[in-house]
Structure formats: structure tokens, C-alpha cells
């Protein structure tokens, strides 16, 4: 069994910062590819930001030159730092995992969430 928890969200106010942790455990070969998406209420949910094993990363364009997301390979732990927030970034942030585990077989894992509100 593979576990994700997030932590790091929280109210933070327009043009501030946050850093997303998400950090995996349980029988865990090795993780290819993490990312991060979010869900707006009433909105569906949206890919962030993505890295893969070898370090390349991938954004979503809303979050380009704002958003970092980066991995401790030795930590299975994702990370994600928020600069710049705007009021459009509110959304629950939910990170997953491409988890190769002692059968051979890969399974993507996801976290239970972390809200994010960006508001004055």
C-alpha cells in the first residue's frame, strides 16, 4: 500500500508565497512521474505542474515563471513553491504518483488535498 500526504497550504494573501510538500510511503519500488493539480469549486480538476524521475517538469501555462515544482528522489517527496498567488490560484491542490511497487506493476496514487486560498 502506497500513502501521499500534502501539507503546506493555507490562507495566504495576493502576490504571496506557499510551498507544497507531498511525500510518498509504503512498498515502494521507485516513483517515475509527480505532479500537482488543483480543483476551483465547480471547476474540474486541472493538471499544475509535473516532473518526471530524470528531473524534466512540465506547467500548466496559468502557472508558468510562478510556479516550481521540484523532487527529493531519496525523500519520495514532491514539492511545489507558489509565488506571485492570485485569487484564481484558490483551489484544493491535490499531488499524485506513478508508483512502481515490489509486483513490477506501476499505479497512480493521489493525495487527500491541501486547500490553497488566496485572498485579502
Known amino acids: 500500500q502506497v500513502q501521499l500526504v500534502e501539507s503546506g497550504g493555507g490562507l495566504v494573501q495576493p502576490g504571496g508565497s506557499l510551498r507544497l510538500s507531498c511525500a510518498a510511503s509504503?512498498?515502494?519500488?521507485?516513483?517515475?512521474?509527480m505532479g500537482w493539480y488543483r480543483q476551483a469549486p465547480g471547476k474540474q480538476r486541472e493538471l499544475v505542474a509535473r516532473?518526471?524521475?530524470?528531473?524534466?517538469?512540465n506547467y500548466a501555462c496559468s502557472v508558468k515563471g510562478r510556479f516550481t515544482i521540484s523532487r527529493d528522489n531519496a525523500k519520495n517527496t514532491a514539492y511545489l513553491q507558489l509565488n506571485s498567488l492570485k485569487p484564481e490560484d484558490t483551489a484544493v491542490y491535490y499531488c499524485?504518483?506513478?508508483?512502481?511497487?515490489?509486483?513490477?506493476?506501476?499505479?497512480?496514487?493521489w493525495g487527500q488535498g491541501t486547500q490553497v486560498t488566496v485572498s485579502s
Open positions: 509504503g512498498t515502494i519500488f521507485s516513483i517515475n512521474a
Open positions: 499524485n504518483a506513478d508508483v512502481r511497487v515490489l509486483d513490477n506493476r506501476q499505479y497512480r496514487y
Open positions: 516532473i518526471v524521475s530524470g528531473g524534466s517538469t
